[in-house]
């Protein structure tokens, strides 16, 4: 069946950097576009990032531009995202979530568990 499992979250500084990692099973990972969407307490879902089947194209929530990387090892079926200046105001649960088809904009149709990212001095 269809697993994404989340890695990589925790207590990072103001300023300091993380990487969250996907890893995926279950489906034919480089068929897909990905994403990565958050929760901060008690507000909804936001969505970060998107990327393509094959990585090359990309896009992000204004306010993380120029400071987070999404990106893909389709040989590895892992779908990363690289936090650096990670701000107070990312402190969130950050999930993977996988595209319905190659490009984003078909909706997300299935979900990890998410992991806790904490930005805090």
């Known amino acids: 069946q269809v697993q994404l499992v989340e890695s990589g979250g925790g207590l990072v500084q103001p300023g300091g950097s993380l990487r969250l990692s996907c890893a995926v099973s279950?489906?034919?990972?480089?068929?897909?576009?990905m994403n990565w969407v958050r929760q901060a307490p008690g507000k909804g879902l936001e969505w970060v990032s998107s990327?393509?089947?094959?990585?090359?194209?990309?896009r992000y929530i204004e306010s993380v531009k120029g400071r987070f990387t999404i990106s893909r090892d389709n040989a590895k079926n892992t779908l990363y995202l690289q936090m650096n200046s990670p701000r107070p105001e990312d402190t969130a649960m950050y999930y993977c979530?996988?595209?319905?088809?190659?490009?984003w904009g078909s909706g997300m149709d299935y979900w990890g568990e998410g992991t806790l990212v904490t930005v805090s001095s």
């Open positions: 279950g489906f034919t990972f480089g068929n897909y576009a």
């Open positions: 979530a996988k595209s319905k088809d190659p490009w």
């Open positions: 990327i393509n089947s094959g990585g090359v194209s990309k």
